[in-house]
């Protein structure tokens, strides 16, 4: 069986329409499509859905969803929704947010992306190579710094909940190809991540294996990197797979990368949703 629950469109940063990626995701065989089109914030970026856009895309999704109802695959309305800290106790935007409840998405993933305080600018953590080095040297080379804030950011939205997966979980490590500003194997960035593993196996999430830097040719991994996965089998931490797909060619291409690294770190079975709020799981050998 096929699944993922991560698929963007052209109303965020991806390049195809949800019929297209619906139509794709059936030719390959899916059973389960989850549309997670980047979710408007307060501020406008580049890659996030337009205020206005929101209910054109739930319509598409809903349509595309209509157009494979009884046909062997299940289409679902979601919204990949970022955590993003501030300097008051509320987040400046988090997945539970009211004002993305107007669409009445099947499911919310979860995810992290901005880091806030450490530049004057917009600084993400999978921002342009460029942009990120940029950002490294006015911190004066700090990746603790990043790293640190990144894994705080993702326990807090773990912690204030509304969401039904965690995305890439360590998308921390996209501009780090090579080790360049962090070692990825260091005990101090392995217990930030796994501080941020047993909470979220605490609370219960489902977390993803995200092939999306794969799929892209940014990273030669899948996110999380195989220590975290351990971890994370080891907290009894439920895992999903997620294409992380922004064009039709991305959909399933490493779903084999993803379940052979879950399998490698220990992992017996994944889980699959197949209606909103209802995970069921399978064997990794029924994959
Ligand atoms: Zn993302
Ligand atoms: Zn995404």
Same mark, same amino acid.
Request: charged fraction near 20%.
């Given at each position: 069986?096929?699944?993922?629950?991560?698929?963007?469109?052209?109303?965020?940063? @991806?390049?195809?329409? $949800?019929?297209?990626?619906? %139509?794709?995701?059936? $030719?390959?065989?899916?059973?389960?499509?989850?549309?997670?089109? +980047?979710?408007?914030?307060?501020?406008?970026?580049?890659?996030?859905?337009? =205020?206005?856009?929101?209910?054109?895309?739930?319509?598409?999704?809903?349509?595309?969803?209509?157009?494979?109802?009884?046909?062997?695959?299940?289409?679902?309305? @979601?919204?990949?929704?970022? &955590?993003?800290?501030?300097?008051?106790?509320?987040?400046?935007?988090?997945? @539970?947010?009211?004002?993305?409840?107007?669409?009445?998405?099947?499911?919310?993933?979860?995810?992290? +992306?901005?880091?806030?305080?450490?530049?004057?600018?917009?600084?993400?953590?999978?921002?342009?190579?460029?942009?990120?080095?940029?950002?490294?040297?006015?911190?004066?080379?700090?990746?603790?710094?990043? =790293?640190?804030?990144? &894994?705080?950011?993702?326990?807090?939205?773990? @912690?204030?909940?509304?969401?039904?997966?965690?995305?890439?979980?360590?998308?921390?490590?996209?501009?780090?190809?090579?080790?360049? =500003?962090?070692?990825?194997?260091?005990?101090?960035?392995?217990?930030?991540?796994?501080?941020?593993?047993?909470?979220?196996?605490?609370?219960?999430?489902?977390?993803?294996?995200?092939?999306?830097?794969?799929?892209?040719?940014?990273?030669?991994?899948?996110?999380?990197?195989?220590?975290?996965?351990?971890?994370?089998?080891? %907290?009894?931490?439920?895992?999903?797979?997620?294409?992380?797909?922004?064009?039709?060619?991305?959909?399933?291409?490493?779903?084999?990368?993803? !379940?052979?690294?879950?399998?490698?770190?220990?992992?017996?079975?994944?889980?699959?949703?197949?209606?909103?709020?209802?995970?069921?799981?399978?064997? !990794?050998?029924?994959?």
């Amino acid at each position: 069986m096929r699944f993922s629950y991560h698929t963007h469109t052209q109303y965020c940063d @991806g390049k195809a329409t $949800a019929a297209e990626m619906a %139509a794709a995701a059936a $030719a390959a065989g899916y059973s389960y499509l989850g549309f997670t089109s +980047h979710a408007p914030l307060p501020f406008k970026t580049s890659w996030n859905m337009a =205020w206005e856009d929101m209910d054109a895309y739930a319509s598409e999704v809903r349509a595309a969803a209509a157009a494979w109802r009884g046909r062997g695959l299940a289409v679902f309305l @979601g919204l990949e929704i970022d &955590y993003i800290a501030s300097a008051d106790a509320a987040p400046a935007a988090w997945p @539970g947010a009211a004002a993305y409840d107007r669409i009445a998405p099947d499911f919310r993933l979860g995810s992290v +992306h901005f880091l806030t305080g450490l530049a004057d600018d917009e600084f993400t953590v999978d921002e342009a190579a460029s942009d990120f080095e940029r950002h490294m040297a006015g911190l004066g080379g700090d990746a603790e710094a990043v =790293w640190t804030q990144y &894994y705080r950011n993702l326990s807090a939205m773990v @912690g204030r909940g509304g969401f039904d997966i965690l995305g890439h979980f360590d998308l921390v490590k996209k501009n780090n190809a090579g080790n360049r =500003w962090f070692d990825e194997g260091g005990a101090a960035y392995l217990a930030a991540a796994y501080e941020a593993v047993d909470f979220a196996a605490e609370r219960g999430c489902v977390a993803e294996i995200n092939t999306g830097g794969l799929a892209r040719g940014k990273i030669s991994d899948v996110y999380p990197s195989a220590p975290i996965l351990r971890r994370m089998n080891q %907290a009894g931490l439920r895992l999903t797979l997620g294409d992380d797909a922004h064009a039709p060619e991305h959909l399933g291409a490493f779903q084999g990368a993803a !379940i052979a690294a879950a399998a490698a770190a220990g992992y017996r079975s994944l889980w699959y949703m197949d209606a909103p709020g209802s995970w069921k799981e399978i064997g !990794i050998d029924e994959l």
